[in-house]
């Protein structure tokens, strides 16, 4: 959890799907008293704290409004996060499982952070499943967690 509280404190926004954006929120929202729900743990509230104070924004053609320090993307994707990406500051953060191959597609990554478990599950999402050309990759850094897993960051080598 610290490691992800650092990455997050180091984005300017994050930049969520629907299903991401509803998923995190229900998960990480102060709820409207003030307090934490007592399934929040003392050593997950600087996340907590840090995700629900975070700027975000939210790709959805479905929603008709978000809240939670949010503003709603509608329109053209390509269009949006090029301007988004314009903005002064370290960047945008984006997770999910859709947003990310849409904008992958486009390329508007400029790096890939991925944290692999040590753990086969054989089933769910296939992470950028359906990518339309290869990417090419080169590894700029690496952490290793003391559970086995591993915090990999990459960033596309150019095409030629």
Same mark, same amino acid.
Not at 11 to 36: H, I
Not at 50 to 70: C, G, H, P, Q
Not at 115 to 126: D, I, K, N, S
């Given at each position: 959890?610290? @490691?992800?509280?650092?990455?997050?404190?180091? /984005?300017?926004?994050?930049?969520? *799907? =629907?299903?991401? @954006?509803?998923?995190? !929120?229900?998960?990480?929202? #102060?709820?409207? &008293?003030?307090?934490?729900?007592? %399934?929040?743990?003392?050593?997950?509230?600087?996340? /907590?704290?840090?995700?629900? $104070? !975070? #700027? #975000?924004?939210?790709?959805?053609? &479905?929603?008709?409004?978000?809240?939670?320090? !949010?503003?709603?993307? $509608? *329109?053209?994707?390509?269009?949006?996060?090029?301007?988004?990406?314009?903005?002064? *500051?370290?960047?945008? %953060?984006?997770?999910?499982?859709?947003?990310?191959?849409?904008?992958?597609?486009?390329?508007?990554?400029?790096?890939?952070?991925?944290?692999?478990?040590?753990?086969?599950?054989?089933?769910?999402?296939?992470?950028? !499943?359906?990518?339309?050309? $290869?990417?090419?990759? #080169?590894?700029?850094?690496?952490?290793?967690? =003391?559970?086995?897993?591993?915090?990999? $960051?990459?960033?596309?080598?150019?095409? &030629?």
């Amino acid at each position: 959890m610290r @490691y992800w509280t650092a990455q997050l404190e180091r /984005a300017d926004a994050l930049l969520f *799907g =629907r299903v991401t @954006y509803e998923m995190m !929120a229900s998960a990480w929202q #102060k709820p409207d &008293t003030g307090t934490w729900p007592d %399934w929040i743990e003392e050593w997950q509230k600087p996340f /907590a704290e840090t995700i629900d $104070r !975070a #700027k #975000k924004y939210v790709v959805s053609s &479905t929603l008709s409004e978000v809240d939670w320090n !949010a503003d709603l993307v $509608r *329109g053209d994707l390509a269009q949006a996060v090029q301007q988004l990406k314009q903005e002064p *500051g370290e960047g945008l %953060w984006v997770g999910g499982v859709t947003l990310p191959l849409a904008l992958a597609d486009l390329g508007l990554i400029d790096e890939y952070e991925f944290l692999v478990q040590p753990v086969l599950a054989g089933h769910g999402p296939t992470l950028l !499943a359906g990518l339309r050309e $290869r990417i090419q990759l #080169k590894l700029v850094d690496r952490h290793e967690f =003391r559970s086995g897993a591993v915090a990999v $960051r990459y960033q596309p080598t150019p095409r &030629t």
